[in-house]
């Protein structure tokens, strides 16, 4: 069965350096996310992306981050100065361009910033 | 900002019991899904309703979307251990259909 994948499954980083997240979505989705989840607090809405560019973006989704489809299977997050609140798990997701509502998540990445 | 509650947030019952774990909000969702997560895992897909009043049926699993789409509840038939897990909510919204998710029911199922 087709799956969302994401690496690296964990990193850890020194706060204020660069960290870049990638995720493999499902060949055939056209929509692409990216949500993250602090350790014992809910799912949250990160970005959406389709047609190569930003669609829609929370708060959380400040000028520190930013997002990029840099061939056709690859979509990376990018968070620029890391600070000790970034760390979560970060999960990328997919989901066809049709009617279909069914968002898949990969299995997150662990982000630890020290 | 759209809110999802779910209720209750921790459950703790005995095999062959049955549990309901409700999922409410005042916002209007395009659809809504039930997803599982176990521990330092992604949330895994269950079910996605859709049309108010959609009851969708997974083996023991039963999802009910409300009249209004509002509001939406998963019904457990004699809950077994390996149930045991964090029931996710989430809405579809927004014009990429993003998802807001509910905090999730941690639910145990003891032997």
């Known amino acids: 069965e087709p799956e969302v994948t994401q690496t690296p499954s964990h990193q850890v980083t020194q706060m204020g350096q660069e960290v870049i997240l990638r995720c493999v979505p499902i060949s055939n989705h056209l929509y692409f996310y990216w949500y993250r989840q602090i350790l014992g607090q809910k799912v949250e809405f990160l970005v959406s992306?389709?047609?190569?560019?930003?669609?829609?973006k929370s708060e959380i989704f400040d000028d520190q981050f930013s997002v990029e489809r840099p061939d056709g299977s690859n979509f990376t997050l990018k968070i620029r100065s890391t600070k000790l609140e970034d760390s979560a798990m970060y999960f990328c997701a997919s989901r066809t361009g049709t009617a279909g509502n069914t968002i898949y998540f990969g299995e997150g990445s662990w982000l630890t910033v020290v | 900002t759209q809110l999802l509650e779910q209720s209750p947030q921790f459950l703790s019952i005995q095999e062959g019991e049955n549990l309901t774990v409700y999922c409410n909000s005042s916002s209007v969702f395009s659809s809504l899904q039930w997803y599982r997560q176990e521990p330092g895992e992604g949330p895994v897909l269950l079910v996605t309703?859709?049309?108010?009043?959609e009851v969708k049926k997974l083996k023991r699993l039963t999802f009910q979307f409300g009249d209004a789409r509002k509001d939406s509840s998963l019904h457990i038939t004699a809950a077994q251990p390996g149930d045991t897990g964090l029931y996710l909510c989430a809405g579809n919204s927004g014009s990429a259909r993003q998802l807001t998710f509910g905090s999730g029911t941690q639910l145990t199922v003891l032997p």
């Open positions: 992306f389709y047609n190569n560019e930003i669609s829609e």
């Open positions: 309703v859709v049309t108010g009043g």
